[in-house]
């Protein structure tokens, strides 16, 4: 099999650590980023990984920036889906570019990134796609009915996927994280992020290591019996069946 894996948002948090598990389990590893130039500059001096800037948005530029990954370093036989943005706001107040802008970035890439590779993931009988989801996607979330009805989108996204290609030797499967100790959940008010922390069992935020270990065990030989599966990582805060 090939040895290639394409990691969207892959310079700055989940994404930046999905990057170095990958790349630590012997892998070529592509990172995808949208526009911070600054941070793709310094993850790439951090870790040796080459960052591809393109819009994840945008499926015109999803598969001119996969071409040219597989021109860089060969064929694709990894996707994680991790890019994401938020656009809260009540539903009342939100205006249809919040709503388009989360649906766009969030569910609709799944399409863009997905189709560009899927054929030579079939002709060749192996393949293996991840797509982040969140705990909000499994529960949903008070001002953030664009970032949750996507992100529940890209569950049966997975699981529809899952069962076209799984004869095929691909493997579709999909994460979601709940909160994780990342830069953006950082920037949190000290006081909302007391109270998220104290509706987690487990009494902390998780690691974003700790979903990239997910990551690296799905994209393996040993997982090769999983797919169409929903890992829910959240430290206890939502169960669910998937």
């Given at each position: 099999?090939?040895?290639?894996?394409?990691?969207?948002?892959?310079?700055?948090?989940?994404?930046?650590?999905?990057?170095?598990?990958?790349?630590?389990?012997?892998?070529?590893?592509?990172?995808?980023?949208?526009?911070?130039?600054?941070?793709?500059?310094?993850?790439?001096?951090?870790?040796?990984?080459?960052?591809?800037?393109?819009?994840?948005?945008?499926?015109?530029?999803?598969?001119?920036?996969?071409k040219q990954v597989e021109e860089?370093?060969?064929?694709?036989?990894?996707?994680?889906?991790?890019?994401?943005?938020?656009?809260?706001?009540?539903?009342?107040?939100?205006?249809?570019?919040?709503?388009?802008?989360?649906?766009?970035?969030?569910?609709?890439?799944?399409?863009?990134?997905?189709?560009?590779?899927?054929?030579?993931?079939?002709?060749?009988?192996?393949?293996?796609?991840?797509?982040?989801?969140?705990?909000?996607?499994?529960?949903?979330?008070?001002?953030?009915?664009?970032?949750?009805?996507?992100?529940?989108?890209?569950?049966?996204?997975?699981?529809?996927?899952?069962?076209?290609?799984?004869?095929?030797?691909?493997?579709?499967?999909?994460?979601?994280?709940?909160?994780?100790?990342?830069?953006?959940?950082?920037?949190?008010?000290?006081?909302?992020?007391?109270?998220?922390?104290?509706?987690?069992?487990?009494?902390?935020?998780?690691?974003?290591?700790?979903?990239?270990?997910?990551?690296?065990?799905?994209?393996?030989?040993?997982?090769?019996?999983?797919?169409?599966?929903?890992?829910?990582?959240?430290?206890?805060?939502?169960?669910?069946?998937?």
């Amino acid at each position: 099999m090939s040895k290639v894996a394409v990691v969207t948002g892959g310079t700055r948090g989940i994404g930046e650590a999905i990057c170095i598990a990958l790349k630590e389990a012997g892998f070529f590893v592509a990172a995808n980023y949208a526009g911070n130039d600054d941070s793709a500059r310094g993850f790439t001096e951090r870790t040796g990984i080459k960052a591809y800037k393109w819009d994840v948005g945008d499926f015109e530029a999803c598969k001119a920036g996969l071409k040219q990954v597989e021109e860089d370093l060969g064929i694709i036989d990894i996707v994680v889906n991790n890019a994401g943005i938020t656009r809260d706001s009540m539903l009342h107040k939100m205006e249809f570019e919040q709503w388009h802008e989360a649906i766009n970035v969030n569910l609709n890439s799944m399409y863009y990134m997905t189709k560009p590779i899927i054929d030579e993931m079939r002709a060749r009988g192996h393949g293996r796609i991840i797509n982040i989801s969140s705990i909000n996607g499994q529960k949903g979330q008070m001002g953030q009915t664009n970032y949750s009805a996507a992100k529940a989108g890209v569950i049966g996204f997975t699981k529809a996927l899952a069962q076209e290609v799984a004869r095929k030797g691909i493997t579709v499967n999909c994460i979601c994280p709940g909160y994780i100790d990342t830069d953006m959940v950082s920037a949190v008010p000290e006081k909302v992020l007391e109270s998220i922390v104290s509706n987690i069992p487990v009494g902390r935020l998780g690691q974003a290591e700790e979903i990239a270990a997910m990551v690296a065990f799905l994209v393996s030989e040993q997982a090769a019996f999983i797919t169409g599966s929903v890992m829910t990582i959240n430290g206890g805060q939502y169960i669910a069946n998937g």
